[in-house]
């Protein structure tokens, strides 16, 4: 069984930034592909980011070149590194691991972008 929790959701005004965290026990995290996701009221939940285990990187084209993700593997932990927020921002977002049919999602934590 693996638990992901996030933390570092809050409230930030535009132009901002904001640091989120997801942390996983039970699973050897280290051979996991990461990813981050979004999600708002009435729509489905998209990808945000993506980070495989040897380090590689993809984003969406709405955060690329102002949100990275990154990992320390030695503290089974995902970042992301959100900078120049704005308000299309706002939503609860999850961390998901491993990537695939088969991968866990944390709680959520929420992100909200004020103008």
């Known amino acids: 069984q693996v638990q992901l929790v996030e933390s570092g959701g809050g409230l930030v005004q535009a132009g901002g930034s904001l640091r989120l965290s997801c942390t996983a026990s039970g699973s050897i995290f280290s051979i996991y592909d990461m990813g981050w996701f979004r999600q708002t009221p009435g729509k489905q939940r998209e990808l945000v980011a993506t980070?495989?285990?040897?380090?590689?990187?993809y984003y969406a084209d709405s955060v690329k070149g102002r949100f990275t993700i990154s990992r320390d593997n030695a503290k089974s932990t995902v970042f992301l590194q959100m900078n120049s927020l704005k308000p299309e921002d706002t939503a609860v977002y999850y961390c998901?691991?491993?990537?695939?049919?088969?991968?866990?999602w944390g709680q959520g934590t929420q992100v909200t972008v004020s103008s």
């Open positions: 980070i495989t285990r040897f380090g590689g990187t």
């Open positions: 998901r691991g491993p990537l695939g049919v088969n991968g866990y």
